[in-house]
């Protein structure tokens, strides 16, 4: 078992993440040590209006080799927050601390003591500020990371959507044959080294019925030539395949991996099938990232009604890999 710290980086204060975190604490005991990069006035705010108690422990990240770590307590690398402490609107005010989190967790990782990260939820309209489609993209650029693939797992099935946050007037420019090549091998790569075995994959078409009135169908010209492809290249994959029935117990009984065109294609049955019971992974960063499948839920900011298995499946995940 590889007992690698695992750093979790706060993201968005201004969300449910810490009541999560602080309920998963609380229902497993983990093995792998968990440092939190957060804001300790941040922290001590939120436990005390969430009525969690347990000690604290200020980690020095240039002494990580050096000291041995555990979860009796909450070990913690401070990151200054200039910011009220109260529940507020999410705004770009976060933006600094939520980009010192990052950082410090990218320093950590360059010096190799671990290649586990966990994220907590970013506001995309905030803090990307349309300069990124999502974290995906934007932890590929800061790692330089040419090739990326959002992967939303779950043992039973996982998805995984060409296109990530595009509107649906955009995706169709974006369908080519390389970008699903490159993901779709990805997956498999990622499959094959952490998970132990060769993944079945579907393909979905972009089309419905994977049929166009149109005379250049994009089923037949881009996605039918890839299938061929990734099969040659002794990758398990099928398709294309109808979306609105690929997801019945009966079609989805022997598939690993339903890969689609666009974003709410594949994430809406997933979430409805799963709920919490998913997470995010990135493939294609030099370490392994995992961010729980929920936003900041800023209307429950505070109320502690909100669901920690999305967290807890993804420190599970990291204990095993």
Known sequence: MNYKPVLIVH?????????????????????????????????????????????????NPSLLNKIKLN??????????????????????????????????SFKILKLGITNKLINGPISKSSFLNKKYLGITEYLAKETKSKQNAMLIYNRK??????????????????????????????????????????PKIILLGLNPHCESVHKFNEDEKILKPCIKYLSNKKINIKGPYSADTAFLKKNRRNIDVVVGMYHDQVLTPIKTLYEYDAINITLGLPFIRISPDHGPNQKMLGQNKSNPLSLIRAIEFLEKN
């Open 11 to 59: 993201g968005e204060p201004n969300s449910v993440f810490l009541e999560i975190f602080f309920k998963s604490f609380k229902y497993k005991k983990f093995k792998n040590p968990l440092i939190l990069i957060c804001s300790q006035k941040i922290l001590k705010f939120q436990m005390k209006k969430l009525k969690f108690k347990i000690g604290i422990k200020i980690i």
């Open 71 to 104: 979860n009796k307590i909450i070990n913690i690398i401070d990151i200054n927050y200039d910011a009220d402490l109260k529940f507020q609107k999410i705004s770009n005010k976060s933006n600094k601390y939520i980009k010192d989190c990052f950082e410090t």
């Open 157 to 198: 099935l996982s998805v995984c959507p060409i296109t990530t946050h595009l509107p649906l007037k955009s995706v169709v420019k974006n369908i080519t044959k390389e970008k699903i090549i490159k993901k779709i091998s990805l997956i498999d790569s990622f499959y094959n080294k952490y998970l132990g075995f060769k």
